[in-house]
């Protein structure tokens, strides 16, 4: 499931423009986030932050960027928003070593800004290389940036806890962001009912995969990325066996 063809010779640590196809693995994505100056968050990063967890993985969480813990140690969600995701997958139930984790960006905002569109821009090839890596049933996407990205157009107060079809048979589940459930009870307790849903997001990506084109290479570029699939009904109650 892994293999694709193998990573010419390219230099992001100068800038050159990475293609998504050209990862063959994902130790080799890590490898040039570490390296990676192609925008200026390069500058101010302690530490890259390229993701972690399972190969193969039945959800693919993507939050919007590393704060200030993640920047420190080079991994996702470690700080008090991390302790609070962990607490989240555990209604599923879910560990997080089962799920894969990552950001939209993957070096820290000064001062956890937003990161700019041209950052989100400039990051996006490592990210659609994770995903064509990875071939996650359900990307879960934690805050409004990382939804955007796939659904431009979505608001993520209108569309979290709502399953949306994207492409190739992958479901997107939107979620607030762990860090938005700190700061209010009302948004934690949007989190603990829309995590309840997950494995309802997981029955769905398993009837779209039935759906999708066997062949579909998933290498739509992320200007073309759909805004506009239809979100659905989640059907009947699933089974926790399926985690
Ligand atoms: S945020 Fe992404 S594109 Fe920018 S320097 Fe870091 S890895 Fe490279």
């Not at 997080?96 to 700019?116: F, G, L």
């Not at 492409?167 to 938005?180: E, K």
Request: aromatic share 6%; charged share 25%.
């Amino acid at each position: 499931m892994l293999l694709v063809p193998a990573r010419p010779e390219r230099n992001v640590a100068n800038g050159d423009a990475p293609n998504a196809s050209e990862w063959a693995s994902l130790d080799a994505i890590a490898s040039d986030v570490r390296s990676c100056t192609r925008c200026s968050l390069s500058e101010t990063r302690t530490l890259a932050v390229p993701g972690e967890g399972s190969e193969f993985p039945s959800i693919m969480f993507i939050g919007e960027g590393p704060g200030f813990n993640e920047d420190q140690q080079g991994r996702p969600f470690v700080g008090r928003a991390g302790a609070l995701l962990e607490e989240l997958l555990a209604l599923v139930p879910l560990k997080r070593e089962d799920a894969y984790i990552t950001n939209v960006v993957k070096c820290r905002p000064p001062e956890n800004r937003d990161p700019s569109p041209d950052e989100v821009k400039a990051c996006w090839p490592f990210l659609e290389a994770q995903i064509r890596l990875l071939q996650p049933r359900v990307i879960a996407t934690l805050g409004r940036h990382s939804l955007m990205r796939l659904f431009p157009d979505a608001r993520i107060s209108d569309r979290h806890g709502t399953i949306m079809k994207w492409r190739d048979g992958i479901v997107v589940f939107p979620l607030y962001h762990p860090a938005a459930g700190l700061r209010s009870d009302r948004l934690k307790q949007a989190l603990q009912e829309d995590f309840a849903k997950l494995p309802q997001a997981v029955i769905a990506a398993l009837d779209a995969s039935r759906e999708a084109p066997p062949d579909g290479d998933g290498s739509r570029p992320a200007d073309d990325a759909p805004g506009t699939d239809e979100a659905k009904d989640g059907g009947d109650e699933p089974q926790m066996s399926l985690f």
